[in-house]
């Protein structure tokens, strides 16, 4: 095969040489090449090597289903591998590599697997690599690890930047070829604001490859005067090189735009890729219809190409894919690439048609085989012939190029991302787009209408019904003209029969048609099925050239229609997206949101050391002068609390307002407590569990009033806990009158914990907060000196008497002041979480450490909360279930240590003494642990099989992450206090 660059024509700029590399050999382009026109200007027919065979593999199409020419582009951290060389486009220093060969493109040990391919078929690794069992780990699964994928990810920090945009629009059209064009223009001038987002860098889409005139000029020049009219529209949004990879629910769009993947030098001003999210009124799908292969014998080999790609070199890049081109066509859309290609002067030697009576014309000269059909092609890396047969006779005609045409599938894709099934015409030979409504319609070829009038029309006629229903006026113009033409027909060819080497369905993949038998033959003849099986349709192309013949294949061996057998499942996205424009900003220090305690600055001035704690920037520590480690800190204001009085900021609890009627019986069916009949002015520590029985949350509800809850849950769980309680009001009693939002945000809350909490109280607030006024568990709304409102909870997390008083967040950093000033001659001090933590352990209360997801109530020691007696509530009857009323569960109990200069770890396992470690051996483990500076030693929290009936008993706690063991006393989970004498003092 010779290709070469026409010596004139195209779209590309001539006086702009590009200088690039492949594979390290320097070669050149012009302004508005795409790599892959570049490479074929340069007679580089051989771009890569198939996955599983590694067989020599050609550029096929001229767009984004291309299946072969994947490369890796750039180098050391800016390298983006598996890139389609038919849309990435030209730039002066692009370096390109080829993939998935050793050592070289040219010679690939890896094709070995060639000779070895009756042992490769499809579903050979499910029964190949289940014995013997030993070696899958030590073998099988490295060789199968390093021989996956085809470009290979770059382990370095990528330096690119990537950002997120919203758009708001009231058309969106997807597509700037004729039909775009038109329904932008009509849309544009009636006042509509619009987007057109086009994946290509240039708008026109197949007006750039159109030999066609309109209004009397080239196809190409209308499109540059129909493109240059929507700039000047101060309504409409230009988006080129954006690909629209996903349509999601109330009619959003996602879109990802290549901002500066075409430049050598990248301004640190603008964005790599950009991720739009467009809101659309309406949208227009004007995405085209994709050429569809012929599968026959030898179909792979290097300059076999889509015929429509060969045109579209041809007369937009100015290259032809060879010296003498022959075309495999079962419709007329071949004999319309042969007369464009003859047009621009490239040598056509003949046309192999499938059918036995056409109407269509060749052009002068060329020679037409009817009723034919090729069974192989010769060459090794490049084409050299081809292997014709008709009525038994096989003929080897020469010639170095072959453009296959098979008909036309419409790009349907994002209209059947949401559920909706393609609709099989039998006029189209193809799947068509089912109606969706007024939110989402199909225009020009992707609906089609395969003519350049009727696309021109298609698109001006949608966009006018679009301007009508959103209540604009599109004044009728004259339709631009387009020369006549015939709609193209073809007569459906699935599959080849006669042929004498391997018939490619799905090339990157290495799918045959032998391979699709197979699948039938072993049961997995449904489409979803033998996708999975032969893996047909799951490469990076997801099968945009090959599932309609893999479907059409599977209906001729089934004898059924390709209505009966379908597609498969459309998703997002479209083409592949890069996690980096996916992750946007957010990365480094800004991969989560830094959030803030409406306390934070406070707790800055008071010289807190912050720490990450889930999404929360939280203080952990208030150090002061002359201590040197983090502990002398923690104990200090563990001790200073029990002795004195002391301020935690506590406000990363989740806090939800719940309103309504119903708002009672709602809380009752979600906590495993009663919580019905709850009195006003009252707080209840509250449990939830999971569905299967297990605890999922705890917290606090408080009833302000009959119909007014305030509920608290763990900072770990505040979102989940939300999207719970949606789930039940929605789906599960939809029936309950009943609101509710959360407010974490919006009240600063503090806990006053101490013996001296209700003196310091007691100077902000007129109300009488005694004992016998205001005791344990009440709740109600108040006001602070000043007239701040407030609300105040008598609850503790500390085992102190203690208070937590809430109030609006900006007032929170003033009010926790004017509390340190209050408590200044009591003594009181900043505590943090660590402090926190210490002291919730010295009192047995537990936190996520505890609830890990594989706990019920009674392992907790909280089956007094899980009411029997009520009707219903989410987890009741599965925790009924055997495995979680066994007597040998893991029960929580506490642990000191024997040697008392001796600590313990969180997430050590329990052992009894003189037992091996082992998994049968395994008694528990510890949940939490640390230092108690009221008792002088370490103690722990931990699950033990029927911990409680083991009090005294001696057990090893055992930690073979840090070498450590030790031997350790159960004990009571209550280390302090466990009268709680101190707490409703």
Known sequence: MTAYRLSSGGLVDRSKSLSFTFDGRPLRGFAGDTLASALLANDQMLVGRSFKYHRPRGIVSAGPSEPNALMTLGSGARSDPNTKATVAELYAGLTARSQNRWPSLGFDVGAVNGLLSPFLGAGFYYKTFMWPRQLWEKLYEPVIRRAAGLGRAVLERDPESYEKSWAFCDLLVVGGGPAGLMAALTAGRAGLRVILADEDFRLGGSLLSEIETVDGASAPAFADRAIAELQSLDNVTLLPRTTVFGWYDDNVFGAVERVQKHVAERSAQLPSERVWRIAAKRALLATGAEERPLVFGGN?????????????????????AGKSVAIFTSGSSGYRTARDLSAKGVSVSTIVDSRSEASDAAPDGVRVIRSGSIVDTKGRQRLSGIVVERSGFEELVACDALGMSGGWSPVIHLACQRGARPVWSDALKAFAAPDLGDALRVIGAANGVYTLAGCLRDGAEKATAVAAELGFNAAAAPLPVAETAAEPSVAALWYVPGAKSKAFVDFQNDV???????????????????????????????????????????????????????TTTFRPFYTPVSFGALAGTSRDSHATPTRKSPLHEWAKK??????????????????????????????????????????????????????????????????????????????????????????????????????????????????????????????????????????????????????????????????????????????????????????????????????????????????????????????????????????????????????DGRVTPDDAGLGRMFSAQKPDFIGKHLSARYGLTAADRTQLVGLKPVDKDKDMRAGAHLLKEGMKPSTLNDQGWVSSAGYSPVLGHHIALAFLKSGRERYGEKIVVWDKLRDHEVIAEVCDPVFVDPENKKLKA
């Open 300 to 320: 792979d080999r290097p300059g076999v190409m889509m015929a429509g790609a060969i045109g579209t070199y041809a007369q937009r890049y100015g290259v032809s």
């Open 512 to 566: 045959h048609a032998k391979d699709l038998g197979l699948a039938l033959r072993e049961g997995f003849g449904h489409v979803e099925h033998a996708k999975r099986y032969t893996t047909s349709g799951m490469a990076t192309d997801q099968g945009k050239l090959s599932n309609i013949n893999a479907v059409g294949i599977l209906a001729g061996m089934r004898g059924v229609s390709p209505a009966e057998v379908g």
């Open 606 to 851: 008071n010289g807190a050391t912050f720490v990450d704690s889930g999404l929360w920037f939280r203080s952990a520590w208030f150090p002061r002068a002359g201590e040197k480690t983090w502990r002398e800190s923690v104990d200090r204001e563990v001790l200073n609390v029990r002795a004195n009085v002391g301020l935690c900021d506590v406000s990363t609890l989740g806090k939800i307002e719940v309103f309504g009627p119903d708002a009672a019986e709602f809380l009752n069916r979600l906590y495993c407590n009663a919580m019905l009949k709850l009195p006003v002015g009252k707080a209840r520590y509250g449990l939830m569990l999971r569905e299967d029985g297990f605890v999922f949350d705890d917290g606090t509800v408080s009833r302000l009033a009959d119909d007014h809850f305030f509920v608290t849950t763990t900072t770990a769980m505040a979102g989940a806990v939300m999207s719970h309680m949606d789930y039940c009001a929605q789906v599960l009693w939809p029936d309950l009158k009943v609101r509710f939002c959360s407010v974490s945000d919006q009240w600063a809350q503090m806990a006053i914990a101490g013996p001296k909490a209700r003196d310091v109280l007691q100077q902000l607030i007129d109300e009488d907060i005694s004992e016998t006024a205001f005791p344990f568990l009440s709740a109600r709304a108040t006001a602070l000196r000043g007239g701040i409102n407030a609300r105040l909870f008598r609850i503790s997390f500390s085992g102190e008497l203690a208070f937590e008083l809430a109030v609006p967040a900006g007032y929170g950093e003033a009010v926790a002041e004017q509390i340190m000033e209050a408590g200044r001659a009591h003594d009181i001090c900043a505590y943090g979480v660590e402090a926190l933590n210490v002291l919730r352990l010295e009192k047995g209360l537990l936190t996520h450490a505890e609830f």
